[in-house]
């Protein structure tokens, strides 16, 4: 009798995408958690969201991502919907962080996906928004990368956090330093 898991036909189309088409090379399986955050760096493209959707679906699995309310009007609105996107108002972070905690309680698997960077600009410091949200909703946090120098996405062991939000996002900033990854715009991205 085989262990091999029997994944969909839109799983194994994603897969042949991101491995074939794109030709990325798959690091290791997604997060082992019901409720998590993914963590995804570099992000210096919209493309890393396209690499990470395909990584997912590829495993038969959804993540989900924070994404700025008025880009749901219309046809958008249902194609990022059904892509894992979590319409937020970005104008007011209570409101935000609130909504995004409702969405991990209606379900019971869970992963969202957040980009420590907070933009696809340089930045020198990283937002700490995810520690916020894991904190509130007792979840694990996981490092996910895209290396588009080597062409390989994958998630990393577990982010372990601590109460000082400060220290834990200068220690994540130099654990993916010390990674070596290449942005797909590598200009745009900014560890030290």
Excluded at 33 to 56: E, N, Q, R
């Amino acid at each position: 009798m085989s262990n091999q898991v029997k994944y969909s036909s839109y799983a194994r189309f994603c897969k042949f995408m991101l491995t074939k088409v794109l030709g990325w090379k798959i690091g290791s399986e997604p997060a082992p958690a019901d409720k998590c955050i993914i963590l995804g760096a570099p992000h210096t493209s919209m493309w890393d969201f396209v690499v990470a959707y395909l990584f997912y679906k590829s495993f038969d699995m959804a993540t989900h991502c924070m994404i700025k309310a008025p880009l749901f009007k219309g046809p958008l609105g249902f194609v990022l919907r059904k892509m894992g996107g979590i319409p937020v108002d970005q104008t007011n972070r209570a409101t935000m962080v609130r909504s995004v905690i409702s969405e991990f309680e209606k379900h019971e698997v869970f992963h969202l996906a957040i980009a420590p960077e907070g933009t696809r600009k340089p930045v020198k410091k990283w937002a700490r928004g995810y520690h916020i949200i894991a904190k509130a909703v007792g979840c694990k946090v996981f490092k996910c990368y895209f290396d588009w120098g080597t062409k390989t996405v994958g998630v990393g062991p577990e982010f372990v956090l601590t109460e000082d939000s400060v220290a834990d996002t200068v220690r994540l900033q130099q654990e993916y330093d010390q990674m070596g990854l290449v942005g797909k715009h590598p200009e745009l991205y900014i560890t030290k």
